[in-house]
């Protein structure tokens, strides 16, 4: 209902995990800036403590928080994707964010368009947020709240439901050397 995004705005600011439908399935959500949530939700979703997060933006700008320059190459191809449910791997070497990269040194950013309105504004008041699927580690993700609310119950402080949420995730991609790797095809089909 569109009167919980003003709630999980809220609770995101305050170091709260939510469950809310991103543009592709429903995501497990966190600040990025708060590292208690996003330790919450290694905990809760019982994920390996080595696997990095993906994370949420609204815009390239969003990129230079996390001290990300991008090549020549990566600026010509990054708009061919975004927005879009395309995860680009990016180099992110600040241990400043090693709570989301995991000494992996790379994050998965997806930027979100305008036409989905809620998550979109929310990421525009809220800023970057963590949201890897709703689901415990090696289970299917969740296709609707009642799945969420059966794997994590009462730990998440606000799901907000979107009716079934089923399909791909999004593809992820690595851009190398002019060259886009597929890492993961998702949703959108990249050759």
Not at 115 to 122: A, D, H, M, S, Y
Request: charged share 30%.
């Amino acid at each position: 209902m569109k009167s919980d995004w003003p709630k999980a705005i809220k609770i995101l600011k305050k170091d709260g995990v939510v469950v809310l439908p991103t543009d592709t399935l429903y995501g497990l959500v966190a600040s990025v800036d708060s590292k208690k949530a996003i330790e919450k939700i290694y905990e809760i979703k019982e994920r390996d403590k080595n696997k990095a997060l993906i994370v949420l933006i609204s815009s390239l700008k969003n990129l230079e928080k996390f001290g990300i320059k991008f090549s020549k190459e990566e600026a010509k191809i990054l708009p061919k994707f975004w927005p879009g449910e395309v995860s680009v791997l990016l180099p992110c070497k600040t241990s400043k964010w090693k709570h989301i990269h995991r000494g992996t040194k790379e994050i998965a950013f997806r930027m979100i368009g305008e036409k989905n309105t809620n998550l979109f504004n929310l990421l525009k008041k809220v800023g970057p947020i963590v949201a890897p699927s709703a689901n415990l580690e090696s289970f299917a993700p969740a296709e609707t709240i009642k799945e969420a609310k059966s794997y994590f119950e009462n730990k998440v402080d606000l799901y907000i439901n979107s009716g079934r949420r089923k399909g791909d995730p999004s593809t992820l991609i690595r851009i190398k050397n002019s060259r886009i790797e597929i890492l993961r095809q998702g949703k959108v089909k990249i050759k």
